[in-house]
């Protein structure tokens, strides 16, 4: 940030004119789901990562935001994002992976296979026919925060199937 430039920490979306929007930045750690994130979306306020600010502070320059923008968010439309986003996801943490379709039904030595509920049925029939239960994002995002491998019919929210009730 150089000298004169304004920089404001604003609590509420609402606190941005709309005559600001395009010079607006939103500052965060990765795409969120929060109603903040939604909103600048949605305004077209472009999303940076936090990093951007820490490295133009340490360098005492403007840096291109390009760098370090932020991608709108995970499209759950696209398989091949949602694939290599949780099969990277579960290889950080430490899990050998193995993309399952209806091709490939090879599931010898898996613990679980995450999926949604659009799970095609010859691979569901085959995990069920393997004793392999199906899980949610939510069972692997639980076994991080625990540290632990969860069992995966432990809460009803790890089934691959589960909706919240309405």
């Known amino acids: 940030m150089t000298a004169g430039t304004d920089c404001e920490d604003l609590d509420h979306f609402d606190d941005v004119p709309k005559n600001k929007y395009s010079v607006t930045k939103l500052i965060a750690p ?8 939604i909103q600048s979306l949605a305004a077209d306020i472009r999303a940076v990562s936090h990093q951007w600010v820490i490295q133009c502070c340490t360098t005492n320059s ?5 760098t370090l923008a932020l991608p709108a968010g995970w499209s759950i ?13 579960c290889t950080l943490a430490g899990a050998t992976t193995r993309v399952v379709n209806e091709e490939d039904l090879n599931m010898s030595g898996a613990l679980a296979l ?7 049925h010859e691979v569901q029939n085959k995990a069920n026919q393997d004793n392999i239960p199906l899980v949610s994002t939510t069972w692997v995002v639980q076994c991080l925060i625990e540290a632990k491998v969860i069992a995966p ?9 589960y909706t919240e009730p309405e």
């Open 30 to 37: 990765r795409p969120c789901l929060t109603a903040k994130y």
């Open 62 to 66: 403007l840096l291109d935001l390009d």
């Open 77 to 89: 439309t696209k398989q091949d994002t949602f694939v290599k986003f949780w099969e990277r996801v």
């Open 114 to 120: 995450v999926t949604e509920w659009d799970c095609p």
């Open 153 to 161: 019919t432990s809460h009803d929210k790890f089934s691959f199937m």
